[in-house]
């Protein structure tokens, strides 16, 4: 049903005679669920509101965008965000250089939890320390991409995603399709065929982590 399929991730609650319902990270529920929330969404109208946040507005149908009023709320600016960086590194008594900070705004914006969290995963007596070359290679994308360029075996590029402790992998599809052309060369399309289908198929998974894999096996072939 579309509670147990919502369940997980929602919030309601009531304000006189309308309740308030709202779903984080919507983008997730599948096609089908979105269809039946749809429903739900109509059914329930005239006492009940629905709130609806996500990352990709673009996974959400159109029938069910149709139904809402959008808001983008856009992230703040790498300049605000280092003057937060700079008060939050203060007021743990952490030192660090401007250039430090920045080169890591620079890889990871806008995601800012993950600035946070490489900043203070690289504390050591009261310093940050982050090697230029490790911070590049950070990004998942970056470690899969090379591991294509060199074909190595899947087992190595099984082993970088478990270390990398990522368990989302959405932004892994747009990083190798940008990558494409470098990479498979006149087997192009071959490989944006490939990207596109795990990319649908990812969206109605559980283990995110073997989609992913799966994709990778077929492009290491192609390589």
Do not use: W
Request: negative net charge; glycine residues 4%.
């Amino acid at each position: 049903t579309i509670r147990e399929k919502i369940q997980p991730f929602a919030l309601s609650m009531g304000f006189n005679d309308v309740k308030i319902v709202i779903l984080d990270e919507a983008d997730y529920l599948t096609p089908q669920a979105q269809a039946t929330l749809r429903h739900t969404i109509e059914a329930c109208s005239a006492t009940t509101r629905f709130i609806l946040t996500c990352n990709y507005l673009e996974r959400i149908i159109s029938p069910l965008q149709s139904r809402c009023q959008s808001f983008e709320i856009t992230p703040p600016s790498k300049g605000d965000v280092f003057d937060t960086l700079k008060n939050i590194l203060a007021n743990e008594g952490i030192k660090t250089s401007e250039s430090t900070s920045m080169k890591v705004i620079d890889t990871h914006y806008p995601d800012i939890r993950k600035i946070i969290n490489t900043l203070q995963g690289s504390v050591v007596d009261g310093r940050i320390k982050i090697d230029s070359t490790s911070l590049k290679n950070t990004q998942l994308g970056g470690l899969i991409v090379d591991a294509l360029i060199r074909k190595a075996k899947l087992s190595e590029i099984r082993q970088i995603i478990a270390d990398s402790g990522s368990r989302e992998f959405d932004d892994l599809f747009k990083y190798i399709y940008d990558k494409s052309s470098t990479l498979f060369g006149d087997k192009e399309g071959e490989a944006i065929l490939i990207i596109a289908k795990y990319q649908y198929e990812y969206t109605f998974v559980l283990e995110k982590e073997i989609c992913i894999a799966a994709m990778l096996k077929q492009l290491l072939e192609i390589c």
